[in-house]
């Protein structure tokens, strides 16, 4: 068994009552369809630790082996999730990410944007009872990253109503009363 990780996932803001930081969290939580602010403060602190990394390897000279081993590995990892464009392969441009870039690569965000849901609520619904699948594995975690090659593999899953599986509870339920009903009108 592997040990246990306690380190953060994410990181507090300093000022918890600041009203333009407050209004643009809000904002963001509504436009992404996002649980609580933790989830925000969560792709915060992962931003925060890239942008430090390539600010670390942007003060290293241009030609030292560091710089263009972990430069080129960090542009590479943030080009396959989508994050970056393939153009823009520069640490300079690490730096100019935002949080809503990476809020965009969420499955939740992904699979409204594909119109397999009526919206990002709905997405996240359809998310956590399984109904959507990411190549063959059906994913259950609305916060999953998206790599720019599964993308085009986002569907419902087999198992689900809405990708020909089995009807749901309630739908079998109401055939069976309706068959039942039908049966009971020709015996009178």
Known sequence: ??????????????RPFEKERIMHELKLVGEYGLRNKHEI?????????????????????????RRLFEGNALIRRLIRIGVLDETKTKLDYVLALKIEDFLERRLQTQVFKL?????????RVLIRQRHIRVGKRIVDIPSFIVRLESQKHIEFALTSPYGGGRAGRVKRKRVR???????????E
């Not at 068994?1 to 300093?14: C, E, F, H, L």
């Not at 969560?42 to 082996?65: G, Q, Y």
């Not at 009363?177 to 009971?184: R, W």
């Open 115 to 123: 119109g397999l849901a009526r919206s990002t609520h709905h997405a």
């Open 41 to 65: 403060w969560r792709v915060a602190f992962t931003l925060s630790n890239i942008r430090r990394a390539a600010r670390e390897l942007l003060t290293l000279d241009a030609k030292d082996p």
């Open 1 to 14: 068994m592997a040990p246990n990780n306690y380190s953060k996932t994410y990181k507090v803001p300093r």
């Open 177 to 187: 009363t309706a068959a039942e009903g039908g049966d009971a009108e020709d015996d």
